[in-house]
């Protein structure tokens, strides 16, 4: 398990237990947390579980691979330099407390 | 989508279904439901147990799912619920082919939806824009002047099948053949309506293959004919599995649901006037039109036993989510018959979900904004043509028959 915590667009915080293997968007999605749609499950294919991660994080989580960079040019919401699609997250030892923000919205 | 081919032989209800949770509710068939389907399947959190064992003439029994949280649990949970075996289009089990990519499971399904979601992107959809928006421009051209339409056969019908044409690279003078196929797939009521239709699809299905094969043109049969899921090449059965199902998905389902958003559209001129005053809004207005007026179902199979809100179901056991009264759950959506355009933003079910959410949603957000956008700036102002009762499709994919409307 890791702790991750989605803030919401509105502000709220969600902490929750996450299965390390599972990624950030299994997470949200498992635990109804809004601001997160997910709508393809994590085919990498819709871009409705756009996120962004705390800076402080940023460096631990990675690069987008082309086909999610291409997903996200099409996010919904603003792009920002810490942008993922968080189905492509998976939750690590090493990501233990991290931080992620919900956008707006998703499409 | 739910069969729409009749239940033949005597209905069976396994000893595990307990008597009080059986039905014949009549979704997508009753004289009942057929009045007004919407107001029918949201009454349904009142005046039915949000699980129950249901059948029909045309529906084969099956779970039937009202709660929101039950069918999107369902729907994300591919490895407890299968689509596999699901589809409800008639198919000889002699020589069974599969709907693909919805009757293959995750990982091997992902192979096979990489073939086509390119086409069809956020990005994709956002280039297809312009031309979308001069083809509703065309289609209004032809009527306005005149100041009446039949909207779903002059612009519900011509728009989404014309897009869907040029996604495909099939020319354009295919529309009348492919929508009077799809009728006779999706709204027949007798059987030998539906084989026929089958058998005309499968040989217009198969030239297309022939004249594809090797030719990429960029269109969405070519990336089929051509894909190689996985880099192994697909079986002749697999190819026309994934253009019959892309084919028969993109005729129908914008189509119903544009009939349905311009009749209520054409009943509320002050919501018409809030749409076109708030033009910033339009995002969410297509979302909670697209919410009340979600036009399909969404079948599964039980791999296991399972127990879902204290009702127990056995391995083998079909489940239908009832998408659009899953849309109407007062737990989610508060005041749910409610046309708000303000809600707390809620991921909708109109598109299913998980990894077979619907390859189209993009694309049909894309459709149903531009055409409210382009008929309410060019039409601000119609109505239902005075005298007309409003009929429904039975079947599968639910919508009017006929929106006429006058300015």
Redesign the interface.
């Known amino acids: 398990m890791a702790l991750v915590t989605y803030v919401q667009h509105n502000g709220a915080r969600h902490e929750v237990d996450v299965p390390v293997g599972d990624s950030i968007m299994q997470g949200a999605v498992n635990n109804m947390i809004d601001g997160i749609v997910a709508e393809c499950g994590g085919g990498l294919a819709c871009a409705t579980c756009h996120c962004y991660v705390d800076e402080a994080w940023a460096d631990k989580v990675g690069e987008p691979s082309e086909t999610e960079n291409e997903m996200l040019e099409a996010a919904a919401s603003e792009r920002k330099k810490t942008s993922r699609l968080s189905c492509q997250i998976s939750v690590t030892d090493e990501l233990n407390g991290i931080v992620v923000y919900l956008p707006e919205t998703q499409f | 989508m739910a069969a729409s081919a009749p239940v033949t032989g005597e209905i069976k209800i396994p000893a595990h279904v307990p008597p009080e949770l059986v039905r014949k509710l009549g979704i997508t068939e009753s004289p009942e439901f057929l009045v007004n389907p919407h107001k029918f399947m949201s009454a349904l959190h009142q005046n039915c147990p949000p699980i129950v064992y249901s059948y029909g003439d045309m529906t084969p029994p099956a779970w039937n799912l009202m709660k929101y949280?039950d069918a999107?649990f369902v729907?994300?949970h591919p490895e407890i619920f299968t689509s596999e075996g699901t589809g409800p289009f008639p198919r000889d089990p002699d020589d069974y082919w599969k709907i693909i990519p919805l009757e293959i499971e995750p990982p091997e399904?992902?192979k096979y939806?990489a073939l086509v979601?390119p086409l069809v992107?956020?990005?994709a959809?956002?280039a297809m824009e312009i031309g979308i928006r001069k083809l509703a421009n065309e289609l209004i051209d032809n009527f306005i002047d005149k100041g009446s339409c039949e909207f779903a056969k002059e612009f519900g019908r011509p728009l989404p099948v014309g897009v869907f044409l040029d996604i495909m690279a099939l020319p354009r003078e295919m529309m009348d053949e492919f929508v009077r196929w799809a009728m006779g797939l999706l709204h027949a009521q007798d059987r030998e309506t539906n084989v026929r239709s089958m058998g005309e699809v499968t040989q217009y299905l198969n030239k297309v293959i022939a004249e594809k094969r090797g030719k990429l043109d960029g269109g969405l049969v070519s990336a089929i004919v051509n894909g190689r899921p996985g880099g192994e090449e697909m079986s002749a059965k697999e190819t026309f599995g994934f253009l019959f199902f892309v084919w028969i998905a993109g005729l129908d389902t914008v189509f119903a649901t544009l009939n349905h958003i311009f009749l209520w559209l054409a009943e509320n001129p002050d919501r018409r006037q809030e749409i076109i005053d708030t033009p910033d809004n339009i995002?969410n207005i297509v979302?909670e039109l697209l919410r009340v007026f979600t036009v399909t179902f969404s079948g599964r199979t039980l791999r296991q036993d399972y127990e879902l809100r204290g009702v127990k179901m056995k391995k083998g056991d079909k489940v239908t989510s009832i998408l659009p009264a899953c849309n109407y759950d007062p737990e989610i959506f508060p005041n749910p018959t409610e046309v708000n355009f303000h809600r707390?933003?809620?991921?909708v079910l109109t598109?299913a979900?998980?990894?077979?959410?619907?390859?189209g949603?993009?694309l049909a957000?894309m459709e149903v904004k531009i055409c409210i956008q382009e008929f309410l700036r060019r039409i601000p102002n119609f109505k239902i043509k005075p005298g007309v009762k409003i009929e429904y499709w039975p079947g599968g994919v639910v919508g009017p028959k006929e929106v006429p409307l006058v300015w």
């Open positions: 949280e999107y729907l994300r399904h992902r939806r979601d992107s956020p990005k959809v956002l995002n979302e707390p933003r809620k991921p598109f979900g998980g990894a077979h959410s619907c390859l949603a993009h957000r």
